[in-house]
């Protein structure tokens, strides 16, 4: 018998397989006279760092307890799990004392440091307060998930989008410091913030937009004339805030049931020609002063070559750190790009609710 799992999930198609397996083997032992009846020993192979003992005391049969396939295969579950081993296998022997189980691991590398590039719009005490509130955990000591890393980017960028900043970057950099460690470097761009640059209610019948936007106090679309106001800036945060003030606006005008939707979100990407055309000055002047530094670093070593012995030429290695720019090369031109958020809110406004009768009961002056 043997289960194995090699792709992080127990293939489903294995438990048709040790059906057969299972028939198979109970006839060889039949014939062979042996008893796989009964568990007689468990051994452990291509642990490291775990040790045999702490394997067999996790697990949840022993030596002398009656062979159970049901139960063997949910402590398999268990132990794939677990997020331990990259690689897990149960296997089963039959010897004349009885049946061996044999448990073949291979370790997860542990974590041994994490790190996260220093960015003005969060810190790392925030980012790490972020996963406790959200119930995730990644720490120093516990074995390398991929799966969580993947986690830990989604919710720093959720983080930084929170602050305006909807289009950050953050990539999780694995690197060995030994066979059975790893560090992981979490880069982190957090990009430009994004500015607000039309905000539209949809579904408003009883008030224009001119007037909800002005129950909102924390966010503003952009303006010319005052381009450098903060509420201008998307904080998702500050809009939730600001909606509540919106709700109350219509509950004081009677309608109770009015409900304002998550709101639209679409991102738009600027190039200006004038930040284009900056950037490509400045890509010329930095090939130019390129080549000057290359030209004078070909007359310091034409004086130097003069004062020694003539050597026999070398082949040059092309590609290298060192090698010149050519005079067609294409230089990479970086744009800074502006973001643009446009919002759509929808409004329900529902039923107007209006004061009918006012009678008073049980006043006696």
């Known amino acids: 018998m043997s289960l194995a799992n090699g792709k992080q999930r127990a293939p489903r198609r294995a438990w048709a ?19 796989c009846s009964t568990i007689h020993a468990i051994e452990v192979r291509g642990n490291r760092r775990m040790s045999a003992d702490a394997v067999r005391f996790d697990l949840g049969v022993k030596p002398g307890d009656p062979w159970n396939d049901a139960k063997i295969r949910r402590e398999y ?13 149960f296997f089963k022997r039959c010897d004349p004392e009885g049946a061996v189980l044999i448990v073949e691991i291979q370790e997860r590398p542990t974590i041994l440091e994490i790190d996260y590039q220093k960015v003005k719009p969060v810190s790392q005490q925030q980012i790490e307060d972020y996963y406790e509130e959200r119930d995730f955990s990644l720490g120093v000591g516990s074995p390398l998930d991929r799966k969580k890393l993947w986690r830990a980017e989604a919710l720093i960028r959720d983080l930084l989008g929170q602050k305006g900043y909807l289009d950050a970057k953050v990539k999780a950099v694995v690197e060995e410091r030994s066979p059975s460690t790893r560090s992981v ?59 509540t003030h919106v709700l109350q606006y219509y509950r004081d005008h009677g309608y109770l049931d ?22 490509r000055k400045r890509a010329a002047r930095k090939a130019r002063r390129k080549r000057r530094e290359a030209e ?24 290298g750190d060192d090698a010149e720019a050519g005079p067609d090369e294409e230089v990479e031109v970086e744009v800074k790009e502006k973001k643009w958020v446009y919002l759509t809110i929808p409004v329900e406004e529902g039923e107007v609710y209006r004061l009918g009768k006012i009678t008073f009961e049980g006043n006696q002056l």
Not at 206 to 224: C, I, P, Y
Not at 259 to 275: G, L, N, Y
């Open 296 to 319: 004078r670093a070909q007359q310091r070593d034409a004086g130097q070559a003069e004062k020694e012995e003539e050597l026999p030429a070398l082949p040059l290695a092309s590609g």
């Open 17 to 35: 397989v040790l059906g057969v397996l299972l028939g198979t083997l109970a006839a060889a032992t039949a014939q062979g006279g042996q008893d």
């Open 258 to 279: 009015v409900d304002v939707r998550p709101p639209i979100v679409e991102v738009k990407t600027v190039r200006s020609r004038r930040a284009e055309e900056k950037a």
């Open 77 to 89: 579950r268990r132990f794939w799990e677990r997020g331990y081993f990259s690689d897990l296998r």
């Open 185 to 243: 470097f979490f880069r982190i761009v957090p990009g430009g913030k994004t500015k607000i640059r039309k905000l539209d209610f949809v579904g408003n019948q009883a008030f224009k937009d001119s007037r909800l936007k002005d129950r909102l106090e924390l966010t503003r679309e952009w303006r010319w004339w005052w381009p450098f106001s903060r509420k201008a800036l998307y904080h998702p945060l500050k809009y939730q805030q600001d909606v």
